[in-house]
């Protein structure tokens, strides 16, 4: 369905523990992006990348890092998970960025204690 | 950086009757917009875009005009119906970049 999964779809975490998301597509597709869902702000970008082992920075990057080893697989780190993360984690991919649209996964409903 | 300011943030019509939801932008060189759907519980699906090139486009019961002096653009939905209420982002790219910035999202509720 729609080439993208997310894993895991629920997850709840302790404060102060590593936490990482997955994001799997199976189109190929260069461009990779991880977004935040918070009532109120919409869609924030954390970071994305343009190609393996290319990643670049978005609006609300502090406190998580990304990893790109190979085409189809887009890794998000929360190092130490704080409160403040607690939020719906979507990834998006685009076959040749912006203006080809995004298909986004299913989300991930993180939550922080 | 980019910017975009959706308006409003939550809006409740009469099924059959139109909707309307607005979004600014600041970045002059933005010429790629595109209105993403999303479903309760659902990931966000594109349901339009517009180009610079174009003041509207249409499909449908959805339409979405552009006015780049303002550096405006709308969502219209006419004749709502039910399956209509979810949220709706508005987004704003250039063609080239490797990113959109998403407006803040709306709430549509169409009530029968």
């Known amino acids: 369905d729609a080439g993208i999964t997310q894993s895991p779809r629920h997850k709840v975490t302790e404060t102060g523990t590593p936490v990482t998301l997955r994001c799997h597509q199976t189109?190929?597709?260069?461009?990779m992006y991880w977004y935040r869902q918070d009532p109120g702000h919409g869609l924030r970008l954390i970071h994305y990348?343009?190609?393996?082992?290319?990643?670049d920075k978005g609006e609300v990057s502090d406190g998580y890092s990304v990893s790109r080893s190979k085409t189809e697989d887009f890794l998000l780190t929360l190092e130490s998970a704080t409160s403040s993360q607690t939020s719906v984690y979507f990834c998006?991919?685009?076959?040749?960025?912006?203006?080809?649209?995004?298909?986004f996964g299913s989300g991930t409903r993180l939550t922080v204690v | 950086g980019e910017n975009v300011e959706q308006h409003p943030s939550t809006l409740s019509v009469q099924e059959g009757d139109s909707a309307v939801i607005k979004c600014t932008y600041s970045?002059?060189?933005?010429?790629?917009f595109p209105w993403y759907k999303q479903e309760l519980g659902k990931r966000p699906q594109l349901i339009i875009d517009?180009?610079?090139?174009?003041g509207e486009k249409k499909d449908q019961r959805i339409a979405v005009t552009l006015n780049k002096t303002a550096k405006h653009f709308s969502l219209h939905i006419t004749e709502t119906q039910p399956e209509d209420s979810a949220v709706y982002f508005c987004?704003?790219?250039?063609?080239?970049?490797?990113?959109?910035?998403f407006g803040q999202g709306t709430r549509l509720t169409i009530n029968p």
């Open positions: 998006a991919i685009s076959e040749g960025g912006v203006s080809y649209g995004y298909t």
């Open positions: 189109e190929n597709h260069r461009y």
């Open positions: 990348s343009y190609g393996v082992k290319d990643t």
């Open positions: 970045d002059s060189a933005s010429n790629y």
């Open positions: 517009i180009r610079s090139n174009v």
């Open positions: 987004a704003a790219g250039f063609q080239g970049a490797q990113k959109l910035v």
